[in-house]
């Protein structure tokens, strides 16, 4: 076993974001940071595991393929095991604390379980947050304004019966007078919500308890509409992305790997690079990306690693240089004695 | 050990830290460190090398090794942030025609995602921003650096897995004085409570890996300590 280092670099082709919990701001959702809006962005790196996990699960699930009946050998169980490590079953093997190689015989079965961990399993490889190498290379897309489509072009009302357009500009007419009822509501709220940081336990009850009626009172605004009840124009929140072209440093490893781990991995990375998108808005273009990595792993005993070779993946193709790399991926293709099913 | 001299090592924060009460130490980082470069999780193998690269005392049952201590700048403090993962299934990427829906009696014939262990998860936790993370040692400071450079390490709770307390540009300078266990009467790392130093008491092992291992009540200074940048090259 042996641990292996990938130093490289992710270039994105597209726009390249991430839409995270908490992100948004005036400004629009933005990037996560490590400080405020001066100091640089980075892609997190439990995306980027995420999107080589999911391609790990369908290594495996390509190579295993039907079972002698034409039957898929696993249920949603062993999927939801294998893809995120969530035990929905309840029936996953438990290891005493504190064991030293606990669960070393399922990793020997399930080599992707061994990789990328479950509750109770620690996985074996780490990945990094893709950090941009200097600034200047990210901006917000996006943005903008949902419009009412005959508002943009006129010509469409050709297709439209006159109780139809009767019907538009009664839906335009009171949305209009609901979205100047509903800012003043929601002005209202935010004034209380504001009071109720710094009030008292008592107060602070009562301050919710009107928050919560103007909440009816949005609500009973809206069930007055006779159809279109949610606003139809509306601004579009823009976003933070790397912009396209844009070189992110990137470090990823596998802790103490045997050949056929480490030749799944790349088996993942391989097929990663049939669809190398990482991130969100894929339906605006973004995600795209080639990646480069220099595989070095330690000697024992040595305070130096050797480089054994390096893994390109662009849409173009996988290129894969280093014939010990060559001989993981072969290790794990020719392997037998795994069931990944065990958990 | 033979020649251990006190440095303190600065590195350039790029990610949130995480920290669950007891404020990570550098022993911690350099045992995950050093296990990844001998190929072992087990203390048996990994404690003897450790002993190799920062000076252990007796005395206390300790590493001479602090607890991390954030660098600020003028520019910016230290800040709350949040390290936030998502787990959620698309078209893409679970299909019905990956699974035998008759399996197990028939019992997930269906992929509800909106509740239940199969939904969509997201989880945040609590993390700290700040330009620069610091720690005081004792030891062989090219060791460290090798250390701190060359294996996958990071800060705090959950880097392997997710990539918090990512570092880069590690810098190490000598000290006039070793201030990597105490600061005057003041811990600045855990050790016994039984020491007469000040800190917060609680319970914790003394050596790594700490996230298993007896505990003991030890004092240990206040999870989140900084200073300027300047003050500390």
Redesign the interface.
């Known amino acids: 076993?042996?641990?292996l280092?990938f130093n490289g670099k992710i270039t994105t082709l597209e726009p390249l974001t991430v839409t995270?919990?908490?992100a948004v701001s005036a400004s629009g959702h933005r990037l996560?940071?490590?400080?405020?809006y001066?100091?640089s962005p980075?892609f997190?790196?439990?995306s980027i595991?995420?999107a080589i996990r999911?391609a790990a699960?369908l290594v495996i699930?390509d190579r295993v393929g039907f079972d002698a009946e034409g039957?898929?050998?696993?249920?949603?169980?062993?999927?939801?095991m294998m893809?995120?490590g969530?035990?929905?079953?309840g029936d996953s093997e438990t290891f005493a604390?504190?064991e030293?190689?606990a669960g070393a015989e399922l990793r020997r079965k399930n080599p992707l379980l061994s990789l990328f961990?479950r509750w109770g399993l620690?996985?074996k490889v780490?990945?990094?947050?893709a950090?941009p190498t200097s600034d200047e290379q990210w901006g917000m897309f996006g943005g903008g304004a949902r419009t009412i489509m005959f508002e943009r072009n006129e010509s469409l009302f050709e297709f439209l019966e006159p109780d139809q357009v009767d019907r538009l500009s009664r839906i335009i007419s009171e949305q209009a007078e609901a979205s100047v009822d509903i800012t003043t509501i929601k002005a209202e709220q935010a004034a209380l919500k504001k009071l109720m940081k710094t009030a008292d336990k008592d107060t602070k009850a009562d301050l919710q308890k009107k928050v919560n009626e103007l909440d009816e009172k949005i609500q009973s605004r809206k069930d007055e509409k006779s159809e279109a009840r949610e606003s139809i124009r509306r601004p579009i929140d823009p976003y933070e992305a790397f912009i396209a072209g844009a070189e992110l440093n990137h470090?990823?490893?596998i802790?103490?790997a045997t050949d056929e781990e480490a030749g799944l991995f790349i088996s993942a990375l391989v097929r990663f690079a049939s669809?190398p998108r990482l991130g969100g808005h894929a339906n605006h273009n973004c995600g795209l990306v080639e990646a480069n990595w220099s595989v070095t792993t330690?000697k024992?005993?040595?305070?130096?690693?050797v480089t054994l070779g390096e893994i390109s993946i662009s849409p173009s193709g996988v290129k894969i240089e280093g014939e010990e790399l060559s001989a993981m991926v072969a290790a794990f293709a020719k392997a037998n004695g795994f069931d990944f099913k065990a958990r | 050990m033979l020649n251990a001299k006190p440095y303190r090592v600065i590195m350039k924060s790029l990610s949130p830290v995480v920290i669950s009460g007891i404020p990570p130490s550098l022993d911690g980082v350099l045992y995950e460190a050093i296990s990844q470069v001998i190929a072992s999780n087990n203390p048996s193998e990994v404690l003897p090398a450790l002993r190799d690269v920062l000076l252990f005392n007796e005395a206390l049952g300790v590493f001479h090794a602090s607890s991390l201590r954030f660098g600020i700048t003028p520019e910016q403090g230290v800040s709350a942030a949040t390290s936030v993962r998502c787990d959620y299934f698309s078209q893409e990427k679970l299909s019905s025609a990956m699974f035998s829906p008759k399996e197990r009696g028939g019992k997930y014939s269906l992929i509800r995602l909106e509740g239940g262990p199969t939904k969509k998860r997201l989880t945040s936790r609590p993390a700290y921003s700040a330009p620069y993370l610091t720690f005081d040692f004792a030891g062989d400071a090219d060791a460290v650096e090798k250390l701190l450079t060359l294996t996958h390490v990071g800060v705090g709770y959950d880097y392997f897995s997710a990539a918090n307390g990512e570092f880069t540009d590690v810098r190490i300078i000598p000290l006039d004085e070793d201030i990597s266990i105490s600061s005057g009467d003041v811990a600045v790392r855990p050790v016994p409570d039984t020491s007469g130093l000040d800190g917060v008491k609680g319970l914790s092992p003394l050596i790594p890996p700490y996230f298993h291992g007896e505990k003991v009540g030890v004092v240990y200074p206040e999870p989140v300590r900084f200073n300027l940048i300047t003050t500390l090259l």
């Not at chain 1, 996560?32 to 405020?36: A, D, E, F």
């Open positions: 076993m042996r641990t280092n995270l919990k908490g996560p940071r490590n400080g405020g001066s100091s980075y997190p790196g439990t595991r995420g999911h699960h699930v039957k898929v050998p696993f249920d949603l169980a062993d999927h939801f893809a995120q969530v035990d929905i079953a604390a504190g030293i190689n961990g620690a996985g780490g990945i990094g947050n950090i470090r990823m490893s802790k103490n669809e330690w024992p005993g040595e305070l130096a690693p």
